[in-house]
Structures are given as C-alpha cells and as structure tokens.
C-alpha cells in the first residue's frame, strides 16, 4: 500500500493546496527565477574547456526542475486519491 492510499483524504487536500499555494506565489516564482538565471549565466560564462563545472551548474539547474515538480506531484496526488476513492 503507498503513502497516498494510507493518508486522510483531508492530507492530501491539505498537502495538494499548500503546493498550489507554493507554486501560485510572486515571491517564490521571483526566487525560483532568479535562481535559474544565475545558474544559466554562470553557465555561459564558463570557458570552453570547464566541463566539469558546467555539467556541476547543470545538475543545480535540473536539481531546481525536479524539486519543482515535487509541487506538481502533490497536487496530482490529490486528484489520483479522488479517483482512488471513486469522487
């Protein structure tokens, strides 16, 4: 059994809006920007033969892509449990 099948329908409500909360904000869509764009700028700023600290910032950049999904993951979960649950 998965931890959405165990949890309280009001859980995972609760966990899929703090999410859309999350994901809806000005100022952590502002900081998650920021982030990006400075890992893009560093990126093209490294010397052609700094492959290694290129694919180091380019796992920092996928690293903001998945942790971002993790949001998109909750509230999924929300309507996955609906669905479970026959709503």
Known sequence: M???ETMELNEVQAKA???QAMMNS???NEAFQMMNQGIVDQILQTPAEADQERERLYSM???GQMFVQQFAQLINNL???K???GE
């Open 83 to 85: 669905q479970q649950d």
């Open 61 to 63: 950049f996928k690293a």
């Open 2 to 4: 998965s931890d959405l």
């Open 17 to 19: 809006d703090q999410a």
């Open 79 to 81: 309507e996955l449990r």
């Open 26 to 28: 000005q100022v952590f």
